[in-house]
């Protein structure tokens, strides 16, 4: 460029920047063009991204389950009974862990009876099935199952009173 500048005239110079202007314009749509391409590869296979950590959140939280589990269990024998876990009631600890695992529940005595199934002790896979069915708040499906449930049981208590009153006014 300095050759043709000196030597021939400086117009040159002006041919040079142009170019050297479109040159860096389109090594600049290369870089795009070669990130945008990634961006989508990665966003096609967001989906399969998306299902492999909630699989890693379930596991984690079934992990964290085990070992809340493992600390109410004193005894060692893989089952918490009535016992054990009113010892544990009155622990902070156990409602700050309870807390850890997303469980707000206020009457923990009645939780003991939710996780139970009625042979007096909770085993590691009930206290996990109760804890994923507490965990977080409730549903809008979860309240339109309670309200049917009712419902039907409102019902048959009415027709087992002698059906003197309609369900309608009952509500």
Known sequence: CRVLVDNISEW???FFLVYRCILGF???NVVN???VQQTMRIATSDEQLAFKQKERELASYTRKVKNLFATMDQSGDGVINFEEFSKLVQSP???FLLSQLDLEYHDLLSLFEFLDNGDGEITLSEFIE???KLRGS???LDIWRMETKI???LSEV???VGGKMQLQEAF
């Open 12 to 14: 040159f110079s002006l």
């Open 26 to 28: 389109a090594v600049l």
């Open 33 to 35: 063009s070669v990130f």
């Open 93 to 95: 600890m156990l409602q």
């Open 130 to 132: 109760g804890a994923a």
């Open 138 to 140: 409730a549903k809008a």
């Open 151 to 153: 419902e039907v049981l």
């Open 158 to 160: 009415l027709q087992a």
